[in-house]
């Protein structure tokens, strides 16, 4: 079976079953409802419509907050296609359906070629409604409280081209760990955990401590949000902006994890037997 053919089976695979239209959902509502809450509060604050000096706090300035609510797609989102990529290959393990999928194509690096090719389909997919629910009620609602909402900069359109490459990205690396860990709970939990939890932790660790700023730099986390330029971890939550590696950096770094994951996965996962 060539690509296309294999491309289209993984296509008409994935779009048969309700995962990715309620991993859907739960994107949206996630993703919208945080971008629409902080624009709003941020916003206010910015322009003092609540809190005001009696809050004690320093203003937030308004220039920056654009790119920040609209990176959320991709800062708080990215988990989404990370999830569907390791369902994607771990599910085919779980149902035993990679017995038939491997008959119908026995050269087996051509069946994991259409599963990428269809998880970039997916990652592309995701992107567009992360980036409509962020960009659409972030904009607006920053608007409302009198704040520039930078839709005319051409580097803004700049950044959110960049979160659907991230998007991309974080789907190839689901589907490199899904290759690599057969066990779906194994996998899932293990991705949560890590993006969820350890990361985060050795982010905020690494804001405070000069030498574990050096190592949380080229973390997937920290390579994503370098390679969209703009996170609200690194503008309110203890990391600077100064730590991280340059844009086109924060790709490759992303680029390495999916390839390195998805070789490993090829050479001491896929290739074995599946019964």
């Known amino acids: 079976m ?3 053919n294999a491309t289209r089976s993984e296509l008409t695979k994935q779009f048969s079953t309700a995962m990715w239209w309620i991993l859907g959902i739960v994107l949206v509502a996630y993703v919208g409802s945080t971008a629409a809450g902080l624009a709003a509060t941020f916003g206010a604050v910015a322009t003092g419509a609540i809190g ?9 300035p308004e220039e920056i907050l654009p790119p920040v609510i609209y990176s959320l797609a991709t800062a708080v989102g990215y988990v989404f296609p ?4 390791v369902i994607v290959v771990t599910g085919e393990f779980r149902h035993q359906t990679l017995t038939p999928t491997f008959l119908a194509t026995p050269r087996r690096g051509v069946a994991l070629g ?3 090719v269809a998880g970039t389909v997916l990652g592309l997919l995701y992107a567009a ?7 659409g ?9 009198g704040v520039d909402t930078k839709l005319d900069d051409s580097d803004i359109w700049a950044m959110i081209g960049r979160m659907v490459i991230a998007f991309v990205l974080w789907m190839l690396i689901g589907i490199g760990v899904g290759t690599l860990v057969r066990n779906q709970v194994a996998a899932v939990v293990g991705v949560i955990a890590f993006t969820q939890f ?3 932790i050795l982010r905020t660790v690494g804001g405070f401590v000069d030498g574990v700023t050096d190592v949380v730099r080229w973390l997937p986390g920290a390579a994503s949000d370098a390679l969209v330029g703009a996170s609200i971890y690194t503008s309110f939550m203890g990391a600077q902006a100064d730590d991280q590696i340059a844009w086109w950096a924060g790709g490759l770094v992303l680029l390495g994890y999916a390839v390195v994951l998805l070789v490993a996965g090829y050479l001491f996962s896929w290739r074995r037997d599946v019964s």
Do not use: N, R
Request: charged share 10%.
């Open 2 to 4: 060539s690509l296309v």
């Open 52 to 60: 005001g000096d009696s809050a004690g706090a320093p203003p937030l």
């Open 82 to 85: 990370l999830l569907i990529g």
């Open 114 to 116: 259409g599963k990428l």
């Open 129 to 135: 409604l992360a980036i409509v629910v962020t960009v």
């Open 137 to 145: 009620p972030g904009a607006g609602l920053l608007a409302a409280f």
């Open 198 to 200: 350890l990361e985060p």
